[in-house]
């Protein structure tokens, strides 16, 4: 496997020096090549990509901690039968996956194996082949680490027997198996995505409830940070949340795609006039674009209102518009966006049958 000095100047000072370098080399540009072929589950993946390039290409030993304060680590994201297991970091106090910094020789991927064992005392596997690139990279992410660090972390995918975590002596004692819906309403914002793309099955799509405000907000928030990143933000989170309790559900046709307790879309419809209806919002996790569940939503609308839909989407926004007019939608009308809070330039469409 490919490995990576980690002495203080990036190289050793003996006979060894020139295949270090080398095999530093090999392992940053498998390392930086995977990064780039993510594919972002949510906006804050893409911030992280591109802040890892960024950072990556500037280091000169990027596996050292002691190099840079700016260094990349290693984390394992374990699950199994039993749902995903997290661990409650001791200094910041919130559910975690396991990971931390690259041993000398160690490639990112058995850093995050070795990290998982040492800190849940799970025997965890890839299921994955491991060849020389590595198994395939999960997620990244950028956060602030400790001491005024900065890290670059490489996330990979473990899975785990369905046993009981037993941390040793020394590692956080709070190292437990959440259910999905459970890891992701306590995941940190950077953790929060990839687990959203992880939970395995399909969407049960049914009318709102009442208690679905927050998770409705949550979707359209992290939706819009995604899709929309050039339109205006007009309204506090808080205002979103605000709204979406008082002014949406309770008095629109709203319908959620419900993922054993995650949602992870939503659809809001209104009456129009001569019996067709608008999609007043149709909104779906980032995690769960092109997995099919938009066309089930646009299923569901056409049902409701047979005789034709109407709906504005941003012109910006072009992927929703591909989407849309594969379902047979077709712009009508065009503005300069005076008319939206957002003074942002949109379209409306109609759909007939």
């Known amino acids: 496997m490919l490995g990576v000095d980690r002495s ?18 090999e392992l940053g540009a498998t390392v930086r090549k995977a990064v780039l072929a993510r594919r972002p589950v949510d906006a804050r993946e893409r911030t992280a990509i591109a802040e890892f390039v960024s950072s990556f290409d500037s280091l000169h030993n990027p596996f050292d901690e002691r190099s840079n304060r700016v260094h990349v ?37 058995d850093a995050a194996r070795r990290e998982a064992h040492e800190e849940t005392g799970l025997d965890v596997t890839f299921p994955d082949a491991v060849g020389v690139a590595g198994p395939p990279l999960l ?29 040793p002596a020394g590692e956080s004692q709070d190292v437990k198996w959440f259910q999905w819906h459970r890891a992701i309403a306590a995941a940190d914002p950077g953790l929060e995505g990839v687990l959203r793309m992880l939970q395995p099955g399909q969407p049960v799509v049914r009318a709102v ?10 979707v359209y928030l992290r939706a819009r940070a995604f899709a929309l990143a050039d339109v205006p933000v007009v309204h506090r989170d808080s205002e979103v949340r605000r709204w979406m309790a008082d002014d949406v559900i309770g008095h629109n046709d709203v ?55 109407q709906l504005w989407t941003f012109a910006v926004n072009g992927p929703a518009q591909r989407f849309y007019e594969r379902h047979g939608f077709v712009a009508v009308e065009r503005t300069d966006g005076s008319g939206n809070e957002e003074r942002s330039p949109d379209v409306r469409y109609h759909w007939h049958p």
């Open 8 to 25: 203080s100047n990036g190289l050793d000072d003996g006979p060894g020096a020139e295949l270090a370098a080398e095999l530093g080399a």
């Open 73 to 109: 680590t290693a984390s394992a994201i374990i699950v199994g039968t039993r749902g995903v297991v997290l661990h409650r970091h001791k200094r910041l106090g919130i559910w975690l996956q396991p990971g931390g910094h690259i041993d000398r020789g160690e490639t990112p991927w």
């Open 139 to 167: 997620h990244v992410d950028v956060h602030p680490g400790p001491k005024g660090h900065r890290h670059l972390d490489l996330r990979y995918l473990m899975e785990a027997p369905a046993v009981t975590p037993a941390p």
């Open 209 to 218: 409830r009442s208690n679905d405000a927050a998770d409705c907000s949550q």
């Open 255 to 309: 319908v959620v795609a419900d993922l054993d307790g995650t949602v992870v879309g939503l659809l809001v419809l209104a009456a129009g006039t001569a019996g067709q209806g608008w999609i007043d919002q149709l909104y779906l996790d980032p995690a769960w674009i092109g997995r099919g569940l938009g066309d089930r939503f646009i299923e569901v609308a056409k049902q409701r209102f047979a005789a034709g839909l």
